[in-house]
């Protein structure tokens, strides 16, 4: 007999949200946690939020100087840095987090499809997890054009420009709305105040909304569900999620706490650039040597460099819509193969990340 | 007629105006990064043309400055030339100008010639030593990473030492209440349980 | 004479008395190295009096110790203001809890019936001295402040040079009366340690705090039941008693050594009058610069014609930067025949401004993805990232009086001839109709 549509769809959701193991027993004192060889990928989600909690917590304290205007946002920025008491290792922490977080999701949505941790019952966890990891790039992207110098206008502009580019794919009659669309995120024909001002809403007010609602569906449903399983086999021992798991992410996180707070002290981030590129944005001049994006751009950007745009958009997409997918896509597949596959796009980014830029200057010669 | 002097200074690109390239192409190669005229001059994009920090712009006070520092032949003499910043002037200090017009064929001997006692941003790198690294000699945040890196890590090592023992006095107090609260609430859980 | 007894001699005196007196004690009778504790005798007034002695002298004996053993980073501690402050007031406040403590011991022995028969001079003897000991200590305190800062650099030394045998009394010798008489007084005390219950500080049962809990019952299932549920209680206080440890050890270190930094990145940093004429110089000149920027954007919004250079200034080798009708960078050439080229320098790949030094084969760079253009065609090298050439710019040449010589537009076409006779009195301009009209 077949249950009626709403019946279903009442069931979908309760085996999605099952709300009702919003209770003591099922949250605190009976959840437990598989131990396994790949355990470790359980730390990595909650590494991420400790992390998005420094960029909230610093975040907010920049926001008492920095300055959203293209005359006065490079000299706010150096205001913080030289002269506020803590101010460079705030700004240090905020960069050095960004950084971490960044790596942390990446690795975390890694190790989330090489245990097929987007089985059902947790594809809706999976998808909110995916988008988190977008919004997380574009908080990195947006971000970064921030404080107004030679470097962060210049990547953002060549970021920008690649989203022109599409154009030449589209039919004709289409073909200038790729160029429309750029101008629309910039918010006028070049970037300028304009786009200073988008950009700083993004990054400090819309984004942040998004994320706080996504993160909460994410952390909800992780919660509900507990971890998955990760392995194929039942694992032989479980661990109690309160207090030893937890525990464990706390320790975690005093870690990672102590080298973010070590690193932002001794180690400026703008130390890792050619001086000339922090020097304010002029529009006029002329572009300086070593533009280039952030690290976590590099895995698109230098294929980007070496390839038919073409490419890069096919590839986008089909990764895009794949990593949405997966839970469908993957329903059959073991978790060895889920491995494999996690494995081959982990190496691919190291070596792009790490390499890159060799690889790239081998190919063009 | 101001809009055109004013693109005379926008428009003036540094790899044509640096004055004495050597020091530059030098620092650049060693350093391995871009660097600018700004390691020496007031303005990025050299001491020619319009602009701050520049000839064109210089008032008469100014260009007497610039004559002066021109004159300092020998070393020892303290110049204020309005188109070298602090490392620039503190460079003719150092070795005057006639040595430094010589060792336009050695770039690579004006570190030891200036000598690294000198560390004007105090950020534990000496001046010459930045000048070998092609960073910024005069930004206390821009260095070498890795020295930077490890005279920040001396000179902050109170600080780091007291934050490890927080966070480990922290930790340590954390999981003693997460023990206690674990076994409270087991202990209440058994209670409910048996009755 | 006598200040050399009271330096000198009496302290080696107390002190060899102090430990050949504790050893003989440990020996005599190990068992009853203790406080003789009249817990059982009475309890109440005993836990108002013993506790706030016990925190109080605890804490100031920790001080004291600090500005011994480390006396340098104390120093470095104290010359921050707030903090010597807070020591001091931390201190004083210690201070007080102690004579309220021993007030309250000292009334208990004299009025509690079932203590008089334990009660020896002894007793009296050592809490008078206590009592007279903790008061000189607030004199002190009070008369001759921060005593936390300047100790470091007297009391220190001379205490110091006790222990290294090469007793220097030149800093005590001309101290103030109330604070030679606190120093005899901790002497005294030292001396006479041993033969009364101060002994009981060598038996502090510190373990206690951290060893599990032992309990001796009779085995039966109510009683086991009980045990258990009184074991996890006990078990869970302790827990709770290191958690409160750890946390405020922590708390107590990020306060001092966070906190009020913290506080600081919210004040106004204190900067230097040149620091600050400097930083508003900067700030003026940026806002200088976008005004400017703006006022080159107005005048392409009404100008018809732009300046761009007078032709002799141009050359073949480095173009010359000026801003077109896009508000985009271009670059200014003088080509073989004497005519400007007039392109565009936003890179058609990503929109990177393009060099202007031109290279052998008459090619200038875009430094960001590498791609060379040709200043004539504009044309990109193959291979290029830029597949598109850059554009051309539309300009009209105007000799002395400003009438028109040559034009050329964006496509190419180009009217006049210009004279070398007088190209070098020309001027070269961009315009805007022409510019429209590609």
């Known amino acids: 007999m077949r249950n009626s549509p709403a019946q279903s769809v009442f069931d979908f959701i309760t085996s999605r949200l099952p709300l009702y193991k919003l209770n003591m027993k099922d949250m605190v004192t009976e959840k437990e946690v598989p131990v396994h060889r790949m355990s470790w990928g359980y730390y990595l989600g909650g590494l991420a939020l400790f992390f998005f909690g420094i960029q909230v917590l610093t975040g907010m304290m920049l926001l008492f100087y920095?300055?959203?205007?293209?005359?006065?946002?490079?000299?706010?920025?150096?205001?913080?840095?030289?002269?506020?008491?803590?101010?460079?290792?705030?700004?240090?922490?905020?960069?050095?987090?960004?950084?971490?977080?960044?790596?942390?999701?990446?690795?975390?949505?890694?190790?989330?499809?090489?245990?097929?941790?987007?089985?059902?019952?947790?594809?809706?966890?999976?998808?909110?997890?995916?988008?988190?990891?977008?919004?997380?790039?574009?908080?990195?992207?947006?971000?970064?054009?921030?404080?107004?110098?030679?470097?962060?206008?210049?990547?953002?502009?060549?970021?920008?420009?690649?989203?022109?580019?599409?154009?030449?794919?589209?039919?004709?009659?289409?073909?200038?709305?790729?160029?429309?669309?750029?101008?629309?995120?910039?918010?006028?024909?070049?970037?300028?105040?304009?786009?200073?001002?988008?950009?700083?809403?993004?990054?400090?007010?819309?984004?942040?909304?998004?994320?706080?609602g996504i993160l909460g569906l994410h952390l909800l449903s992780v919660q509900l569900h507990g971890m998955s399983q990760g392995v194929e086999d039942k694992p032989k021992r479980k661990e109690k999620f309160f207090p030893f798991f937890i525990l464990k992410d706390f320790k975690e996180w005093g870690i990672a706490f102590l080298i973010l707070f070590v690193l932002a002290l001794c180690l400026p981030f703008d130390s890792l650039f050619?001086?000339?590129?922090?020097?304010?944005?002029?529009?006029?001049?002329?572009?300086?040597?070593?533009?280039?994006?952030?690290?976590?751009?590099?895995?698109?950007?230098?294929?980007?460099?070496?390839?038919?745009?073409?490419?890069?958009?096919?590839?986008?997409?089909?990764?895009?819509?794949?990593?949405?997918?997966?839970?469908?896509?993957?329903?059959?597949?073991?978790?060895?193969?889920?491995?494999?596959?996690?494995?081959?796009?982990?190496?691919?980014?190291?070596?792009?990340?790490?390499?890159?830029?060799?690889?790239?200057?081998?190919?063009?010669? | 007629m101001r809009q055109i002097s004013l693109l005379l200074v926008l428009l003036t690109g540094w790899s044509a105006a640096s004055a004495y390239p050597e020091f530059q192409r030098f620092s650049q190669e060693h350093g391995g990064q871009p660097i600018n005229c700004a390691m020496c001059h007031a303005s990025g994009d050299g001491p020619e043309g319009a602009g701050r920090g520049q000839i064109g712009s210089?008032?008469?006070?100014?260009?007497?400055?610039?004559?002066?520092?021109?004159?300092?032949?020998?070393?020892?003499?303290?110049?204020?030339?309005?188109i070298l910043n602090e490392f620039g002037n503190k460079i003719i200090y150092q070795i005057g100008k006639t040595r430094f017009l010589e060792l336009r064929a050695h770039p690579e001997q004006l570190a030891d010639a200036y000598g690294f006692a000198s560390d004007l941003d105090v950020d534990g790198i000496p001046d010459a030593q930045e000048y070998l690294d092609g960073t910024h000699p005069l930004n206390e945040v821009h260095g070498n990473p890795w020295r930077l890196f490890l005279h920040n890590l001396a000179a902050y090592k109170l600080h780091v030492f007291m934050l490890a023992l927080a966070t480990a006095a922290g930790l340590w107090g954390l999981s003693h209440l997460l023990f206690g609260l674990a076994q409270r609430t087991r202990a209440s859980a058994a209670n409910h349980n048996s009755n | 004479m006598l200040e050399l007894f009271a330096f000198v001699g009496l302290p080696y005196m107390a002190i060899l008395i102090c430990i050949?007196?504790?050893?003989?004690?440990?020996?005599?009778?190990?068992?009853?190295?203790?406080?003789?504790?009249?817990?059982?005798?009475?309890?109440?007034?005993?836990?108002?009096?013993?506790?706030?002695?016990h925190f109080g002298i605890l804490l100031i004996f920790a001080g004291h110790l600090v500005a011994f053993l480390i006396p340098g980073m104390w120093q470095s501690l104290m010359s921050v203001p707030w903090l010597l402050v807070s020591v001091e007031v931390l201190g004083i406040a210690a201070t007080l809890l102690c004579l309220i403590g021993l007030g309250v011991l000292f009334f208990r022995r004299l009025t509690t019936g079932k203590l008089q028969k334990t009660t020896k001079l002894a007793d009296f003897v050592v809490t008078s001295l206590l009592i007279a000991q903790v008061a000189?200590?607030?004199?002190?305190?009070?008369?001759?402040?921060?005593?936390?800062?300047?100790?470091?650099?007297?009391?220190?030394?001379?205490?110091?040079?006790?222990?290294?045998?090469?007793?220097?009394?030149?800093?005590?010798?001309?101290?103030?009366?109330?604070?030679?008489?606190?120093?005899?007084?901790?002497?005294?005390?030292?001396?006479?340690?041993?033969?009364?219950?101060?002994?009981h500080m060598v038996s502090v049962p510190i373990h206690y705090l951290f060893r599990s809990p032992q309990k001796v019952v009779w085995s039966n299932p109510r009683r086991h039941e009980q045990a258990v549920t009184a074991r996890v209680t006990q078990e869970s206080r302790r827990h709770f008693l290191k958690a409160a440890f750890g946390l405020g050890t922590a708390g107590v270190l990020l306060s001092v050594g966070v906190l009020d930094k913290l506080g600081r990145f919210f004040q106004m940093p204190g900067m230097?009058?040149?620091?600050?004429?400097?930083?508003?110089?900067?700030?003026?000149?940026?806002?200088?610069?976008?005004?400017?920027?703006?006022?080159?954007?107005?005048?392409?919004?009404?100008a018809e014609e732009i300046f761009v250079a007078?032709?002799?200034?141009?050359?073949?080798?480095?173009?010359?930067?000026?801003?077109?009708?896009?508000?985009?960078?271009?670059?200014?050439?003088?080509?073989?025949?004497?005519?400007?080229?007039?392109?565009?320098?936003?890179?058609?790949?990503?929109?990177?401004?393009?060099?202007?030094?031109?290279?052998?084969?008459?090619?200038?760079?875009?430094?960001?993805?590498?791609?060379?253009?040709?200043?004539?065609?504009?044309?990109?090298?193959?291979?290029?990232?830029?597949?598109?050439?850059?554009?051309?710019?539309?300009?009209?040449?105007?000799?002395?009086?400003?009438?028109?010589?040559?034009?050329?537009?964006a496509r190419g076409s180009r009217t006049g001839r210009i004279d070398v006779a007088i190209a070098d009195t020309c001027s070269l301009y961009i315009v805007k109709s022409l510019t429209l009209e590609a």
């Open chain 2, 58 to 82: 210089l008032t008469p006070d100014e260009l007497n400055r610039l004559n002066a520092a021109r004159g300092a032949f020998a070393a020892g003499v303290l110049v204020e030339s309005p």
């Open chain 3, 310 to 409: 007078r032709l002799s200034e141009l050359n073949g080798q480095a173009g010359k930067y000026f801003i077109d009708y896009a508000m985009r960078p271009g670059l200014a050439f003088k080509g073989e025949d004497g005519w400007p080229m007039l392109l565009s320098a936003k890179c058609t790949h990503l929109g990177c401004t393009v060099g202007n030094q031109v290279d052998a084969s008459g090619r200038i760079l875009c430094p960001c993805h590498v791609s060379y253009f040709d200043i004539k065609t504009g044309m990109p090298n193959p291979g290029a990232p830029a597949k598109a050439p850059l554009d051309k710019i539309a300009w009209v040449v105007r000799d002395q009086n400003g009438s028109e010589v040559a034009t050329e537009s």
């Open chain 1, 66 to 212: 920095y300055e959203p205007t293209v005359s006065e946002a490079h000299e706010s920025v150096e205001y913080i840095t030289h002269f506020v008491t803590m101010g460079a290792l705030i700004r240090n922490m905020h960069a050095w987090s960004a950084s971490f977080m960044i790596f942390c999701v990446i690795a975390h949505m890694l190790t989330a499809l090489a245990m097929k941790a987007f089985a059902k019952p947790r594809e809706m966890t999976w998808i909110a997890g995916v988008l988190l990891v977008m919004v997380t790039f574009a908080f990195g992207f947006t971000g970064y054009l921030l404080p107004w110098n030679q470097i962060a206008v210049n990547a953002t502009k060549v970021g920008l420009a690649s989203i022109d580019q599409v154009g030449q794919y589209l039919p004709d009659a289409l073909s200038h709305l790729a160029e429309e669309v750029r101008v629309t995120i910039q918010g006028a024909p070049a970037i300028g105040q304009a786009t200073l001002s988008r950009f700083f809403a993004l990054h400090v007010v819309i984004l942040p909304l998004i994320v706080s």
């Open chain 3, 20 to 53: 050949v007196g504790v050893v003989w004690r440990l020996r005599k009778d190990p068992y009853g190295v203790t406080s003789l504790s009249s817990q059982f005798l009475e309890g109440k007034q005993l836990r108002w009096g013993s506790l706030p002695w």
């Open chain 1, 274 to 365: 050619p001086y000339p590129l922090l020097e304010p944005y002029n529009a006029l001049g002329s572009t300086p040597d070593g533009i280039k994006p952030e690290w976590y751009f590099f895995f698109v950007y230098y294929p980007m460099e070496m390839l038919p745009f073409w490419v890069i958009i096919v590839v986008m997409t089909i990764a895009t819509l794949g990593l949405f997918a997966a839970p469908w896509i993957f329903r059959n597949s073991s978790h060895k193969t889920m491995r494999w596959i996690a494995s081959a796009v982990a190496g691919y980014m190291i070596i792009m990340t790490l390499f890159g830029e060799q690889i790239y200057h081998a190919v063009k010669g």
């Open chain 3, 136 to 199: 000189l200590g607030l004199m002190v305190a009070g008369g001759y402040r921060w005593g936390a800062s300047w100790s470091t650099g007297t009391l220190t030394p001379y205490v110091w040079s006790l222990v290294t045998l090469s007793p220097d009394v030149s800093v005590v010798r001309d101290m103030p009366l109330p604070i030679q008489l606190h120093m005899t007084g901790a002497w005294l005390i030292l001396l006479i340690l041993p033969f009364t219950r101060l002994i």
């Open chain 3, 272 to 302: 230097h009058k040149d620091e600050e004429a400097n930083l508003l110089e900067t700030r003026l000149r940026r806002l200088q610069l976008t005004a400017e920027e703006k006022e080159l954007e107005l005048e392409r919004m009404r």
